[in-house]
């Protein structure tokens, strides 16, 4: 079948269905008021049900079925047609047949959308750059120049009316949407038409010019609003706002273009009132049409009397306004239901109504105060919005009812309307009184008003208007943060340590508890585990963080700004596991951190001479920070440590880790003694030994045990250049004793270590790793008394080599007995070592000088040494290790 067969075939179906729908609407009308009334009396008997027959089909070759879908009839099966008698309530064949047709054409396709709309738009834009294309050539080839400008202006001016009148034809004969595209290319001829008459042609005057164009938009309104066809009218009413663009360069009026945005502004909101959420876009249009053309007129025009711009502003504030509250009385402002869910948060395309009355009132109250100050009017500006909040307390009183906005949520548009006028009413208030107080006082205003517009969120359950607090807030804190709170202008009271109270942390108080309501709102209102009960905590902290730093300023000390963050990291900590905030957590822990960083290289404490000496141990004002820092990581660790997440488990252990060094670190300084600082770090040792018996999920035992081993490092510090001395007698050196006294300790740890986490592989590393280590300890500590020994027996310096050797074979020794009986083999492998190392120190190192003779004895006498403990080894192991027989033949 050909296109144009299938084309004629459709618009004969179109004819016949509107013929029935034409016809269906005089008969029903008459045969129900032909039905007589049920008897008053009597009960209802119940009538059979008829089944409507299927209708008739029309002689056509094609039939449209329940979708789209077009069959021929030729291709369909024949079906003997019943007639079906007509009952008192109409025609049973007509009605199915209307309801079926009815359903086809209301349930759109892509086929449908593509050839009933689209194509009719793209239709409307081609006779747009076709009419153009043609004018032009016609002008580039002269042909205008036969005909007075006057008639080419009416000429075309005749052709977009008859594309509008064909349009209106299209509309009656056929549909709305087959109209759109005739109409808007007659509006856009006429568009044109009326520009070049006055720019191209200069027939008429600018004035003249300007009316034609806004007769135009009219004219598109109208019939946008006459079809109910919503993107006519919003062409023609963007098309009315960008008229006046066309004649910036001309003289005219001061108050032509607010009358006319004003008038433009009252065209869209009459028609969003009386359609409602249909129209719904022209009220966007209008908003910000006027809204955008009203402030650069007023920007842009500082000789027009101040009282001008006030009219202007009160009329654009109050239309806006009264049509909100027309639509939320008359009709469905909304698309919210009735009792909406309470817990459940609103998008900002549900809620732009009414988050517009926010931004309308914020509009024109920075315009109106904006105008005030240029015009020299700075007396008497509160009252602005003081006069703003009474009207809009007088429409929430008068509608709703005060008591009602208060005490109970509301249910509908209005009351939500009226929810929002009372918020901003009171942020007025705030407003007023930051005017009138001065110009500081600004940020309680933007802190209030934000708060005032989460409070209204919470109530409306509206995330857009929570958001514009946060915003508003945001805007307020970042003004105090740069123009308020570090710089000291007034000193209202000082503390101990050098605290003060100014007026930027008074600000910044306030600051703080309007952070800390919105986030408990926020909280309140959200889910556990939610994006929004996230935001709530970080809020929250944002408002505890803010209360604390404001107490600095430019003025304070390093050493006071550590505090400051300690105790800010200790309360995060706190409110974070009272909210179960992971979050807060890490920010807290993320404090302590930056807190340690500050000290380490703010502080210097290692080498302050300010200083406090105690038994050896100098402790500078940084130490009372490290200490109380140590103490909050730790409490930190516990909190942590409680959280049944593998992470946070781990986070612990580092945490309590991370503290007890802190501890190890805040009693370094260079002038301290290096004796006391090893008591006290083994003290701290045996102190993280204690709380893993307490804390066994802290894994301090390690930590523990790694700070008895570096207590090897105080110890070398001490003994360095100083074993030489003579005062001491022998046997008796500091350096040995303490030596001894850590190998012990590092014994004593690799052994607590293993019992206090048995069946640990890593344990029993760390066990033998500290065994080992404190083996060669002592024999370090020995071997330097060893040597001070033969210092003092021997003169020749070969004796005195030989005097440790000996004392290396001996030790050795003494590791292959306990290797034994232990069945140690570890052990016996570093004896063995021990005694090979020190045979080659004795034959390379200590016999050098010696003559070849003393030489030759010495191999003699070491070689006879290391045979005789290898013949022992062999039999000490053969008894231990028996071999079995060889066997014989007979087996």
Same mark, same amino acid.
């Given at each position: ?81 019943? =007639? ?286 904006? /105008? ?71 940020? @309680? ?54 605290? /003060? ?119 500078? =004002? ?52 290096? /004796? ?35 207590? @090897? ?179």
């Amino acid at each position: 079948m050909e296109d144009r067969d299938l084309q004629h075939q459709l618009d004969a179906l179109l004819q016949r269905i509107e013929a029935i729908e034409s016809r269906l609407e005089d008969v029903l009308p008459k045969e129900k008021s032909k039905a007589p009334p049920p008897p008053p009396v009597a009960p209802a008997v119940p009538q059979k049900s008829i089944e409507p027959a299927k209708p008739v089909e029309p002689a056509s070759q094609v039939t449209m079925t329940e979708g789209t879908e077009l069959q021929a009839l030729d291709q369909r099966p024949e079906t003997p047609q019943t =007639p079906v008698k007509s009952t008192a309530s109409g025609s049973i064949n007509e009605t199915a047949f209307g309801k079926r047709v009815s359903a086809a054409f209301t349930n759109l396709t892509l086929e449908n959308l593509v050839g009933g709309r689209l194509y009719a738009i793209l239709g409307a834009l081609l006779v747009i750059i076709a009419a153009g294309t043609m004018l032009k050539l016609a002008w580039d080839a002269e042909l205008f120049d036969l005909l007075p400008d006057q008639l080419k202006c009416f000429l075309a001016a005749a052709f977009g009316g008859a594309l509008i009148v064909s349009g209106e034809v299209a509309r009656r004969k056929i549909s709305a949407w087959a109209s759109i595209g005739l109409t808007t290319a007659g509006l856009g001829v006429l568009y044109a038409t009326s520009y070049a008459a006055w720019d191209v042609f200069e027939v008429v005057p600018a004035s003249v010019g300007f009316i034609l164009l806004v007769a135009t938009s009219g004219l598109g309104i109208f019939l946008g609003a006459r079809a109910k066809l919503l993107s006519v009218a919003a062409l023609s009413l963007i098309g009315g706002y960008l008229s006046p663009l066309m004649f910036m360069d001309t003289d005219s009026s001061t108050y032509t273009l607010p009358v006319y945005l004003i008038a433009l502004l009252l065209v869209g909101l009459i028609l969003c009132a009386r359609s409602g959420n249909t129209y719904a876009l022209l009220r966007s249009i209008s908003w910000w049409g006027t809204i955008g053309f009203g402030t650069l007129w007023i920007m842009t025009s500082p000789s027009v009397s101040a009282w001008t711009h006030m009219i202007f502003i009160a009329c654009v504030w109050a239309t806006i306004q009264l049509e909100l509250v027309y639509s939320a009385t008359q009709h469905q402002l909304t698309t919210l239901p009735r009792d909406e869910n309470a817990d459940e948060l609103i998008g900002w395309d549900v809620i732009r109504p009414l988050a517009s009355s926010f931004t309308t009132t914020a509009w024109a109250i920075a315009l109106a105060l904006m /105008t005030c100050h240029n015009q020299g009017l700075d007396t008497g500006t509160w009252l602005i919005p003081v006069g703003l909040a009474t009207a809009l307390l007088a429409a929430s009183a008068q509608k709703v009812g005060l008591r009602t906005i208060l005490c109970t949520r509301p249910t509908d548009d209005l009351q939500r309307l009226a929810t929002v006028f009372v918020t901003e009413a009171g942020a007025l208030v705030f407003v007023a009184m930051s005017i009138a107080f001065g110009d500081w006082t600004g940020v @309680i205003a933007w802190t209030v008003l934000g708060v005032g517009a989460v409070v209204a969120g919470d109530r409306l359950n509206s995330k857009a208007l929570i958001v514009y607090g946060i915003i508003t807030q945001a805007i307020g804190g970042t003004n105090l943060m740069l123009l308020e709170w570090w710089v000291v202008t007034v000193v209202d009271a000082d503390f101990a340590g050098g605290f /003060t109270i100014t007026r930027g942390t008074v600000l910044m108080i306030v600051a703080a508890l309007g952070w800390l309501i919105t986030g408990g709102l926020i909280r309140r209102a959200s889910e556990t585990g939610s994006t929004w009960r996230q935001a709530a905590h970080f809020l929250m902290g944002l408002g505890i963080t803010m209360s604390l730093i404001g107490f600095l300023n430019d003025q304070s000390t390093s050493l006071q700004a550590t505090w400051v963050l300690i105790v800010l990291s200790a309360l995060i900590m706190t409110v974070g596991t009272y909210l179960t905030s992971r979050g807060l957590h890490t920010y807290g822990i993320v404090i302590q951190f930056l807190t340690f960083l500050m000290i380490v290289m703010v502080g210097h404490w290692w080498d302050i001479s300010e200083q406090l000496q105690f038994a050896g141990i100098v402790l500078t =004002p940084w130490w009372w920070p490290m200490l109380a820092l140590s103490g909050v990581t730790f409490a930190s660790s516990q909190v942590l440590s409680r959280i049944d997440v593998e992470d946070r488990r781990q986070m612990a252990i580092g945490l309590a880790a991370f503290a007890i060094a802190m501890l190890f670190l805040g009693v370094l300084h260079e002038e301290a003694s290096h /004796t006391s600082v090893l008591v006290v770090w083994l003290l701290f040792s045996a102190g993280a030994f204690t709380l893993q018996t307490v804390r066994p999920e802290l894994c301090l035992s390690k930590t523990g045990f790694i700070g008895t081993v570096l207590t @090897i490092w105080p110890w070398i510090q001490s003994i360095e250049g100083r074993w030489e001395d003579q005062s001491n007698p022998l046997g008796f050196t500091n350096g040995l004793w303490w030596g001894l006294i850590v190998s012990v300790a590092i014994w004593f740890a690799a052994i607590m270590e293993r019992r206090l986490n048995p069946g640990h592989r890593s344990s029993r590393y760390l066990a033998a790793f500290g065994m080992g280590l404190a083996t060669l300890l002592v024999l370090v500590a020995t071997s330097h008394e060893v040597a001070r020994i033969a210092s003092e027996t021997f003169t020749a310096e070969s004796g005195q080599r030989a005097a440790v050797s000996i004392w290396w074979g001996l030790f050795a020794i003494g590791l292959l007995i306990p290797g034994f009986l232990r069945d140690a083999p570890w052990v016996r492998y570093a004896g063995l070592s021990l005694l090979a190392l020190a045979a080659a120190k004795a034959v390379l190192y200590d016999l050098a000088s010696v003559s070849g003779v003393w030489r030759a004895v010495s191999f003699l006498v070491l070689g006879l040494l290391m045979l005789g403990v290898g013949l022992i080894y062999a039999r000490v192991m053969s008894k231990r290790h028996p071999t079995e027989p060889a066997p014989t033949s007979s087996d």
